[in-house]
């Protein structure tokens, strides 16, 4: 602790805004190293007056989402003791999460919805092991979570997966929401059958006008 204070003390004193990265905060002593740790951290910059994130690093996908999980592991938990024990505002809280256990997008949302002020995010969801937050999976969590998209358009989103495809040549499976090929695409007789009576009784939503994708049944 005391060399990881003495850097953050070196950068504020060269005049930049410290982002300290906690990692594998999900297998950390919250209350014996995490919580005392984000107290002198906080105790430096309202000292300095300069202020000073934390970022919550999942590094292996071992966050929680569900009430009544024991810390290290509850992302609620780690959240609000950020808040409430080290006294960190929200916007001072970021959410770094991986996807090991298919929970990339729920943590990140649970830690949005206790009060941290960003999420991490990539492209496609592509990073190491099964990746990490992935970006157009959380434009769509916040518009469910606010009944808004605040004016994103969310046809880039499209935009984005062709480029990243044609460029890279990254093996985009096809099934991947919002952007496979087969994402909006019916090949069950009743489903399609449904589909083309009415596109709202077997479309997740107007794919055609939020993401550029005209519905399939083939």
Same mark, same amino acid.
Request: net charge negative; glycine share 10%; hydrophobic share 40%.
């Given at each position: ?53 934390i ?14 999980v ?34 990339g ?28 937050? !992935? ?35 990254y093996?985009? !499976?096809?099934?991947? !929401? ?5 994402f ?29 994708? !005209?519905?399939?049944?083939?």
């Open positions: 602790m005391d060399k990881y204070l003495g850097i953050v003390k070196d950068c504020i004193d060269a005049g930049l805004r410290p982002r300290c990265h906690f990692e594998d905060i999900t297998r950390a002593d919250f209350y014996g190293f995490v919580v005392p740790f984000a107290i002198a951290l906080k105790k430096l910059s309202d000292e300095s007056g300069v202020p000073v994130k970022r919550a690093c999942d590094t292996m996908g071992y966050g929680v989402p569900y009430r009544g024991a810390l290290p592991r509850s992302v609620s938990g780690i959240i609000y003791g950020l808040q409430h024990y080290a006294g960190f505002n929200g916007d001072m809280l970021e959410w770094h999460g991986h996807n090991d256990f298919y929970k997008v729920v943590n990140a949302a649970t830690a949005w919805l206790y009060g941290a002020g960003a999420v991490n995010c990539s492209l496609l969801g592509i990073g190491e092991r099964t990746g990490n937050v !992935p970006l157009e999976a959380m434009v769509f969590e916040y518009a469910s979570l606010k009944g808004t998209l605040d004016g994103m358009d969310t046809t880039v989103i499209t935009e984005m997966a062709d480029y990243i495809v044609n460029e890279t040549g093996d985009l !499976p096809p099934m991947t !929401p919002f952007v496979g090929k087969s909006n695409m019916t090949r069950a007789g009743i489903h399609a059958d449904g589909l083309m009576k009415d596109e709202e009784i077997y479309n997740i939503f107007d794919t055609e006008k939020l993401l550029d994708r !005209p519905r399939s049944s083939r």
